[in-house]
């Protein structure tokens, strides 16, 4: 079965420095999505992308926070420089195109900034 | 922001009992949907109710739609070990997910 892969799993880095995280969605899934999940909270929308496009950033601290997907297929998160407050769960998920409503989500990364 | 608010936080039951937990949000949406995450995971999609429906089953899942209210209720019949999860209750407006804080669930062998 397809799923969406993610990585690193675990990322420890101190804060300042930059970090990045990777996600390969689902075969031919047009639209991805990059969450943050903090601990005890429910996944927050940071960014959505269809294909190469970002449809919606608005929740993305553009100061710190830049996303890409280049080539309309596999996406890139980063953050540079890392704070403190930026430990959490960082979820990609991914859907098919047109009417298709399910998201299917990978594993996360999981950062934690000292 | 998050749009849904999930009540109880927590719940802890014997294994064989139902569990059921409520959704409440704001704004109007096109479906509401809800998701399960084991400790530490990614989240699975559970089941979608549609805003033009009201009840919805699927295996050992019910959940029900009460848009006037802007509520939602997830029931687990006959809970197992491994339904030990974080649920969550997601609205949908234009593709787009808004997730609750959601409801932890513990069920005791």
């Known amino acids: 079965e397809a799923e969406v892969a993610q990585s690193p799993r675990y990322k420890i880095t101190e804060k300042s420095q930059a970090v990045a995280f990777w996600c390969d969605p689902i075969?031919?899934?047009?639209?991805l999505y990059w969450y943050r999940q903090i601990l005890g909270q429910g996944p927050e929308l940071l960014v959505q992308?269809?294909?190469?496009?970002?449809?919606?950033d608005s929740q993305l601290p553009k100061d710190r926070f830049s996303a890409e997907r280049l080539k309309g297929v596999d996406s890139t998160l980063k953050i540079q420089p890392a704070e403190l407050g930026d430990s959490a769960m960082y979820l990609c998920?991914?859907?098919?195109?047109?009417?298709?409503?399910?998201?299917?989500f990978g594993p996360g990364t999981r950062l934690t900034v000292t | 922001s998050q749009q849904g608010e999930e009540d109880p936080q927590a719940l802890s039951i014997q294994e064989g009992e139902n569990a059921t937990m409520n959704c409440s949000y704001k704004?109007?949406?096109?479906?509401l949907q809800w998701y399960r995450q084991n400790s530490g995971r990614g989240l699975v999609h559970l089941i979608l109710?549609?805003?033009?429906?009201r009840e919805k089953h699927s295996g050992r899942l019910r959940v029900t739609l009460d848009t006037s209210k802007k509520s939602s209720s997830l029931l687990i019949t006959a809970s197992r070990a491994a339904d030990t999860a974080s649920y969550f209750c997601?609205?949908?407006?234009?593709?787009?997910?808004?997730f609750g804080a959601g409801t932890t669930v513990t069920v005791r062998a």
């Open positions: 998920a991914s859907r098919a195109s047109g009417r298709a409503i399910e998201q299917y």
């Open positions: 075969s031919g899934h047009a639209t």
């Open positions: 992308f269809q294909d190469e496009s970002v449809v919606d």
């Open positions: 704004t109007s949406i096109n479906n």
């Open positions: 109710i549609r805003s033009n429906e």
């Open positions: 997601a609205t949908a407006t234009d593709y787009k997910l808004s």
